[in-house]
């Protein structure tokens, strides 16, 4: 796959086997929505798989992106897609880091320590309806700035809120078999 945008835009980069990628019409509409330059901004991606999404949004200007993803291998394969883009991952408080772990326990975490984003973008997998839980954590824990985006991409069959806690749905699209739902912060 290629990165669509950006610095790294036309660069390739690894795609496990096994995962449902996010799709590049997806990732160009979500980066459409959120806007071209995303300098300064911290983006968390949940469920990373490649980290497709997050090295897009790191091509974009994001100061800091952190994938999280719970397959070791998957893990893996985030840093190596780092590595090949040299996105520095190695060093004590890097622009890019990969957390292997189960993305709700690492919200509590990240919760615990302050840790705050600009952007949460959660691609679970479909047939689990953990969007609607994700979108639960991420509003339990206060990971995320007052003014915030969740960009959520999940099944059609999964019925988001239209409000959870602080944010509320601002738009959302349909791509063949799944809906991206876009929520503000207030």
């Given at each position: 796959m290629k990165i669509l945008g950006g610095f790294f835009k036309g660069k390739n980069?690894?795609?496990?086997?096994?995962?449902?990628?996010?799709?590049?019409?997806?990732?160009?509409?979500?980066?459409?929505?959120?806007?071209?330059?995303?300098?300064?901004?911290?983006?968390?991606d949940l469920f990373a798989g490649s980290g497709s999404v997050a090295l897009e949004a790191f091509s974009r200007g994001a100061k800091r992106v952190v994938c999280v993803e719970k397959d070791l291998h998957y893990a893996q394969v985030i840093q190596e897609n780092m590595?090949?883009?040299?996105?520095?991952?190695?060093?004590?408080?890097?622009?890019?880091?990969?957390?292997?772990g189960d993305a709700f326990l690492v919200l509590k975490h990240l919760g615990?320590?302050?840790?705050?984003?600009?952007?949460?973008?959660?691609?679970?997998?479909?047939?689990?309806?953990?969007?609607?839980?994700?979108?639960?954590?991420?509003?339990?824990?206060?990971?995320?700035?007052?003014a915030c985006f969740i960009m959520a991409q999940h099944s059609k069959r999964e019925i988001?809120?239209?409000?959870?806690?602080?944010?509320?749905?601002?738009?959302?699209?349909?791509?063949?078999?799944?809906?991206v739902s876009v929520y503000e912060g207030s």
């Open positions: 980069f690894y795609m496990p086997k096994g995962i449902r990628p996010t799709q590049d019409v997806v990732r160009k509409a979500i980066f459409d929505i959120l806007g071209q330059d995303l300098e300064g901004l911290e983006f968390i590595a090949l883009l040299k996105i520095p991952s190695e060093v004590m408080d890097p622009p890019a880091l990969v957390i292997q615990l320590q302050g840790k705050k984003f600009d952007i949460a973008f959660l691609d679970p997998p479909f047939e689990t309806e953990m969007a609607k839980k994700t979108l639960k954590t991420l509003t339990d824990h206060d990971i995320l700035r007052p988001l809120p239209e409000k959870s806690g602080r944010f509320s749905i601002v738009r959302q699209r349909e791509y063949g078999s799944s809906i």
